[in-house]
């Protein structure tokens, strides 16, 4: 019997190898459609070059059974072109668009879901009188219509600061939103949208205990089946640790639930995951959605897997084959598990990293342990593509462990033992 054809946009070792771990691998060969060079690291995006490429592998190849992606664009929007131009099981790219673009996204959610959402306006940040339009007031934040990782992301404090910001986001905007842009022109997508001069959007300031929920719909069945605590500390902006399963009251999760339903529902996204990021405030004892992300969140597959013995790459893929994703039990090695994100938030040239010995010899020590260093030696941290607009990601530490304290005590021995050394741009840190 010949196995599946499985093409990955944006492949990478680090998750192939979870994906040749599930049941399923036994009948699925996977395939880079794109591997994660070519949509990561680079100095532009072209659509049309990537389509392109994508249909000469799979061509070249000559069979193709299922496309996935586990990231952010272009990936999660090229699964919908390629499953409709090779007649597999794929979601509408409509619907795709609806869930990453910020505004279109949040018309459809306010239809259903107003009272869960913030107040928010589209601008254009060229405009000089950008600021007085919008009309919130601050603190409030403002981000491109389309980005990930809170690219070009910032909270504004008053108008002197939006200002500020002003021209690091009129030389970045087009990074993203450029080929965006083309893409929901190359496939018709309604003008009032694809000709959209207000590139950013305002919203008003939603806080609490912010979370992951992830889930996937099924001839139009939404499924619920995890959620992800998103931790910072010292009160910073960035994510300091996401945290599975999370702390949450079951009786709040199930709300969020509900929403997701509505919005995914009203969205008409289907046969496909989707993971949405809530905060749950807690004097307001509500739920407000701050955005929908139509695919896995590659992030969170290994502390999945540690939890449930699978990641929840199985999820993706049984969609991907047109099949119906088995329940995720709990058989891991551990209770608890982390992606912890070590983060340094001045700019400044890495001298050294760690090596590839120095992390064998820390998982000796510490069962399940995974490093991804994100910095090689000699890059300057303003050189790397992809940050928040506060920080600088070193590496991502994954840990299991009994319970969140383990999690934190296993977290400063790993950092004890990783040899960071940046010259930072007016002194010296070592870590």
Known sequence: MSKKQVFIIGLDEFNLKKLQRLAEAAYCDFLPALHVSEIRGVESYDIQQLINLCRQRIDEHGTIDAVASYYDFPGNILVPIIAHDYKIPGPSLESILKCDHKFWSRLEQDKVISEHIPYYKVFNPFDPEAYEKIGIIPPFWIKPIKSFR??????????????????????????????????????????????????????????????TLEGYVLNGRVVSYGVVDSMREGGRPSFSRYEYPSALPQEIQFRMSDVARRIISQIGLDNYPFNIEFF??????????????PRISQAHTDIFEKVHGISHLSIMLNLALGQKPRTLDYRGDFNKAANFMLRTYEPGMVKMAPTKKEINILKKFIPGLEVIIRVPEGIHLDELQGQDSYSYELANIFIGGRDQQELVEKYEKVVEGLSFDIEYDEKVHLY
């Open 280 to 293: 749950y405030d807690q004097t307001a004892d509500e739920v407000y959605l701050l955005e929908i992300n």
């Open 150 to 211: 809170s690219y070009l992301a910032f909270r504004i404090n008053g108008e002197a600061q939006f200002y500020e910001v002003m021209p690091e986001i009129r030389d970045n905007i087009d990074f993203i939103t450029g080929p965006f842009t083309e893409l929901m022109h190359l496939y018709n997508m309604p003008e009032e949208f694809a000709n959209m001069e207000e590139t950013c959007i305002a919203e008003s300031l939603i806080t609490g205990h912010q979370c």
